[in-house]
């Protein structure tokens, strides 16, 4: 089972994307029990964390995406969107959605962005 995520892209740097991450109806839990997150791997880096929100949307950001990216979630929708502005040549990766609580976790299959200077 994958999760869904789109919105990837090519952007200048200074402009924006929305990332947006669905979790399938095969997977039938509760979607407000999942923590989701989004992360990002460049090439020849390994895969890190840029931002996570919890059920009760409680989140937490990468340092160096603090003020920039902004993580949201539609329970209703099951959905998690990133909101990335200000986007600098260093985002460049492939973004991956995770979805994650006790005992499961379930990936993405991975949205390129590339930003240009």
């Known amino acids: 089972v994958q999760l869904q995520a789109s919105g990837g892209g090519l952007v200048q740097a200074g402009g924006s994307l929305r990332l947006s991450c669905v979790l399938p109806r095969t997977i039938t839990s509760v979607f407000w029990g999942y923590t989701m997150s989004w992360y990002r791997q460049a090439p020849g880096k390994q895969r890190n964390l840029v931002a996570s929100?919890?059920?009760?949307?409680?989140?937490n950001y990468a340092d160096d995406v603090k003020g920039r990216f902004t993580i949201s979630r539609d329970n209703s929708k099951k959905t998690v969107y990133l909101y990335m502005n200000s986007l600098e040549p260093e985002d460049t990766a492939v973004y991956y959605c995770?979805?994650?609580?006790?005992?499961?976790?379930?990936w993405g299959k991975g949205t390129q962005v590339t930003v240009s200077s």
């Open positions: 995770n979805a994650a609580q006790s005992g499961e976790a379930y």
């Open positions: 929100i919890t059920g009760n949307r409680n989140t």
